[in-house]
């Protein structure tokens, strides 16, 4: 028996497989200071995120009032969700439509807005993001649109269309079924410049300004193709993070469906699955139900989520 074959069996025989939980065990022993700095944040995280996630799932599988103990009840509260209830079924085409609308327009003009204004001097660039920004941080600014679309003559559209001749008796914008929807959409959109457009703006500051003296030399020859093939790849964390932020705000409008068309609205014209949820967790006490909506819309959030993650990847492909 030759001596190459003796080796080759010993190694053989000497090869054990390292286990997964004994390669992260290592990597953790390797990097001991990072997780112990990360500590901190992944005890209020899990306290205060996981924990509260993973309790609501289980409780949306009881029946629960606040004030008896849960009675775990299967899947009756999904049951009775999606074949007995009609309004939750007009929230979730609703809010779909929302997401849909407000998501995609959002996202885009957040990144566009900060891309413009990105080139523009220092002192300019600061004045312009804060006035993008401001109506995200203005606090309660609904009052604004309560006045544009006020359902008397005095209200600014009213008074407008009657002085034109296009009307000639005022139209009750709030409380009309046909026009509430689309005016809660206009002011999220007018809203939705916010966290996702500072993100954008960071993340255009960031970009290495070689890279695109290296494009210039390798065949890019227009802004387009910069946009593509060095910009967003450079900022794919900053996307990532706004692409979060649209989905989280597009999936939990509320507020501006309480201020504006009232909770809940005309023939639940404005009603959401947040505001289906606030009726039955805040008002009825419905605790389980009410945990059964919130899991259906994390699981839609999570699933968009992942859609956009997805797309991104392609991102200078």
């Avoid at 899947?75 to 007009?90: P, T």
Wanted: proline letters at 3%; glycine letters at 6%; charged letters at 15%.
């Amino acid at each position: 028996m030759s001596n190459v074959y003796v080796k080759k069996k010993a190694i053989k025989l000497n090869y054990q497989p390292i286990s997964w939980w004994a390669l992260n065990w290592k990597s953790i022993k390797e990097h001991k200071h990072a997780y112990i700095l990360m500590a901190p944040y992944m005890l209020l995280f899990t306290a205060f995120t996981v924990l509260p996630v993973v309790m609501s799932i289980i409780i949306s599988f009881t029946y629960f009032n606040m004030l008896e103990f849960p009675k775990f009840i299967g899947w009756q509260n999904y049951s009775r969700l999606f074949l007995e209830d009609d309004i939750f079924l007009i929230a979730v085409k609703n809010t779909l439509l929302f997401a849909v609308i407000t998501g995609p327009i959002s996202y885009i003009a957040c990144f566009l807005f900060a891309w413009i204004i990105n080139d523009l001097r220092p002192k300019l660039r600061a004045f312009m993001t804060l006035v993008f920004y401001a109506p995200s941080i203005s606090g309660n600014v609904f009052f604004i649109w309560l006045m544009i679309f006020s359902g008397d003559r005095y209200g600014i559209t009213n008074g407008l269309l009657i002085e034109w001749g296009i009307i000639l008796e005022p139209i009750q914008w709030l409380k009309t079924e046909m026009y509430i929807l689309a005016i809660i959409i206009l002011v999220q959109l007018w809203l939705s410049l916010g966290t996702g457009f500072l993100a954008f703006i960071a993340g255009l500051q960031t970009v290495d300004k070689t890279l695109y003296e290296a494009g210039a030399v390798d065949g890019i020859r227009n802004r387009w193709q910069e946009l593509w093939f060095i910009t967003l790849p450079s900022m794919k964390p900053q996307l990532m993070f706004g692409a979060v932020i649209q989905i989280t705000i597009a999936f939990a409008v509320a507020d501006v469906s309480i201020h504006l068309a009232g909770f809940p609205s005309v023939n639940y014209a404005a009603e959401t699955i947040v505001t289906h949820l606030m009726d039955f967790g805040t008002i009825r006490f419905e605790m389980g139900f009410a945990s059964a909506i919130a899991t259906v819309l994390l699981t839609l959030m999570v699933g968009t989520n992942l859609i956009i993650q997805a797309l991104l990847r392609r991102v200078g492909n």
